[in-house]
């Protein structure tokens, strides 16, 4: 659209007339991200409060439809990058957040770890280092004493803070392994994800999907990187009757990886009280449903 058009659209947005500030709202939310520095323009120069509340609220919604295209490409694309997706989800909080400063920080914990490992070492004893820095040095940990904060969800605030859920947890985890060339998958365990490390040759061939029995290990990032075998896992399934066990046992796609931590953002906007985060996640929600 034209420059005068979109500005004579925005000169609009003061309009009392609910008909015509609607239409122009609609005409307004077909552009993209590109006029978000002429509205904040037109805010910064007025002193209408109804006026600035408009263009927030429409900004607002530019920045979501640009986060829900970015979330949809994701899930549908060849190939999947886990550390873009879970940038995605920071992106519905924290639309500016520049990624390239993310990936400094998550490449930091990594150069340490990497420098401490060799191609002598098991993929345990690998995992075992991994774990130590990750947990003792570094100190991440679950958000006990916040679990509700939706600030848990993200990965800018879990590299800044230490605290998160279970799911971005986990998440991170996975990156840091993979960056380590490290096989780890995700593991849709009950209320709990968990990690899975397999076998190395199975990996390249298979990326992010089922792979039988073909699990070395499990790793329970939710309590310090703990690990443990398929027969610990099983019975913990059959004491709680979880079945069919394979759901909970077998690596699952990145996918579902992102859709469990929107999932933990939705529970979270939930019990705030935060419903229209709440029903914008609902709205990311729905590409999952293929």
Known sequence: MEKSKLDALINLLDDPDKTVFELVEKALLKENNDIIPMLEEKWETSFDTSYQERIENLIQGLQ???????????????????????????????PDLNMLNIQLKVENIRKKIWLELNNSLTLLEKTTILNHFLFNINGFSINHSNKNSSQNSFLSQLLDSKKGNPVSLSILYTIIARQLELPAYFIDFPKNPLIAIVEPELAKKVHGESFGSDVLFYINPSHKGAITSIKEIEYHLRKNDFRPLFDYTEPKSDILFIQRLLE??????????????????????QLFDY
């Open 264 to 285: 933990s953002l939705e529970e979270s906007y939930h019990n705030l009280g935060m419903t229209e985060k709440e029903e914008q996640i609902q709205q990311l929600l």
């Open 64 to 94: 979501f439809k640009e986060t829900y295209k970015k979330l949809e490409a994701w899930i549908n694309a060849d190939r999947r990058d886990l550390f873009y997706g879970f940038w995605i989800v920071d992106q519905f909080q924290y």
